[in-house]
């Protein structure tokens, strides 16, 4: 049974299979064809939805991808499509804001933009104590979203005016009696517990697991298979936890990339970076680590970076634990450690310890922002009285699997910090990694750029003062 409230009612669901997507249930089911499918794979945004639920005495407003986002995910949450805008006959606020914009051309991607600018408002609202209008927050908020009529002009425009003056709607008005519906919700089916959800998986290893659900909702949306037998992990408080000790960040498998990025970004401003340019917000809303790490993509950005960090990972498997160096879970290509009904409860990450143990990330790829890398680069590494005593580093695009680049740090250690010492470890790379070529970039481009990655770490951190990064602003 899934339960949820849309347009001020409570839904009950007690037929649906578990791999309906909210898109399919919103235009099939529902009847609301406001939100468009474009891709299907969560890169154009045009079938952005928001969910509400309870965040202490208020509401938080997330986007998500309806298109990736499975109906069992919005049990005892609000769901908001742009027809629910609309109030007493009056365009809400953010909408009118797009008209007087002009920012809607053609008007498919429309709904979405909408989506995002009302999500984007609610968390200004939320977040700052005065109307506050950040242009690189607002397309980070927006860079899910795209328009084939090159309208983002008008659209920035739009936004503008809703985070500078943004205005209470309908929504705010019924808060408190919104809240109170979804707390009245029936419990999950789902398990809400470790221990519940380590008995199920146990007699039902055939079991896919979802937690966002971000990649393995394209088997449905692109491959049109069926998932009969799915466990949802979005009920599981444990496993959203992040917590930090004096050694570790502990963050459970279920905690989105929304919700790590602020812990990660303080401890390891690079890492934070990176994450900003993790897919759209849509995503990060929605995927999780722990689902980044068991796909075990080449090409999965939250490999490199832990691996460079030694981060190991929390496996369980019915009442029994084990603690596994993230350099022995992957095994090859989309293929783990895990063993039947075995799964990741925690990824945990050694603390910064020393401010001379530097970590840098670089992400290559053909857009900025929402786009898969071609190479990505994760270096940790510290020097002391001008040699290498400390280097960790990983790359993501260049094997089968995210991995370290053994025979690189072997040429760093115990070496001085200099070019020469640099370009022999950059030789080493081509026998660490033998890459394919792809559509996203040649064999020879990424043994190339893996050098040069190595090359641009080493400059940065002997002469800081130089510019290296587009992102650069003089």
């Known amino acids: 049974m899934i339960q949820f409230l849309m347009n001020g009612r409570i839904h009950t669901e007690n037929s649906l299979p578990a791999d ?70 009056q365009l809400h606020h953010v909408q009118q804001a797009m008209v007087e914009n002009h920012a809607s051309q053609c008007g498919f991607c429309t709904p979405g933009f909408v989506m995002s600018l009302f999500a984007l408002e609610k968390k200004v609202a939320l977040e700052n104590q ?79 697991l979802v937690a966002g659900g971000t990649d393995l909702a394209l088997e449905v949306t692109q491959r049109f298979q069926r998932l009969p037998k799915l466990i949802s992990l979005s009920h599981i408080d444990a496993l959203k936890e992040i917590t930090l000790t004096g050694q570790a960040i502990h963050i459970g498998a279920a905690a989105t990339l929304s919700q790590c990025l602020p812990v990660l970004r303080e401890e390891f401003p690079e890492f934070g970076h990176l994450l900003e340019r993790f897919a759209s917000e849509q995503i990060r809303n929605q995927g999780t680590f722990g689902g980044n790490i068991a796909n075990a993509s080449p090409v999965g950005d939250g490999g490199p970076v832990l691996l460079a960090l030694g981060a190991t990972l929390l496996l369980r498997l019915g009442s029994q634990q084990r603690e596994l160096p993230l350099d022995q879970f992957f095994l090859g290509y989309r293929k783990t450690a895990l063993q ?29 922002e929402d786009d898969i890398s071609a190479v990505c680069a994760a270096l940790h590494i510290e020097v002391q009285n001008g040699v290498v005593i400390h280097a960790r580093i990983a790359f993501g695009g260049m094997a089968e699997v995210a991995k370290r680049a053994s025979g690189c740090e072997a040429q760093l250690l115990g070496q001085p910090w200099q070019t020469a010492t640099i370009e022999r470890a950059c030789q080493a790379l081509e026998r660490d990694f033998t890459p394919i070529s792809d559509f996203r970039a040649s064999r020879e481009y990424r043994i190339q750029v893996a050098k040069n990655l190595l090359r641009r770490c080493h400059i940065e951190m002997t002469s800081p003062e130089t510019l290296m990064r587009v992102t650069h602003y003089v």
């Open 20 to 89: 309906t997507t909210v898109l399919q249930y919103l235009r099939q089911n529902a009847g609301r064809c406001g939100t468009k499918e474009g891709c299907a794979s969560g890169d154009c945004g045009a079938c952005t939805v928001v969910l509400a639920e309870p965040q202490g005495d208020a509401l938080n407003y997330r986007t998500v991808n309806a298109c990736l986002t499975f109906m069992p995910a919005v049990h005892g949450k609000q769901l908001i499509t742009v027809e629910d805008l609309k109030h007493r006959g």
């Open 340 to 368: 039947p009904g075995e799964f990741i409860e925690q990824i945990r990450i050694p603390r910064a310890t020393s401010a001379a143990r530097q970590l840098r990330v670089y992400k290559v790829s053909k857009r900025l």
């Open 130 to 208: 005065r109307p506050v209008f950040d242009v690189e927050h607002t397309q980070q908020a927006l860079s899910g979203n795209l328009c084939r009529c090159t309208g983002y002009r008008p659209i920035m425009a739009a936004a503008k005016d809703i985070c500078q003056q943004p205005q209470a709607d309908q929504f705010d008005a019924d808060a408190l009696n919104t809240l109170q519906k979804l707390r009245a919700m029936s419990a999950s089916e789902e398990p809400t517990d470790i221990e519940q959800l380590a008995q199920l998986f146990c007699a039902e290893p055939d079991a896919r």
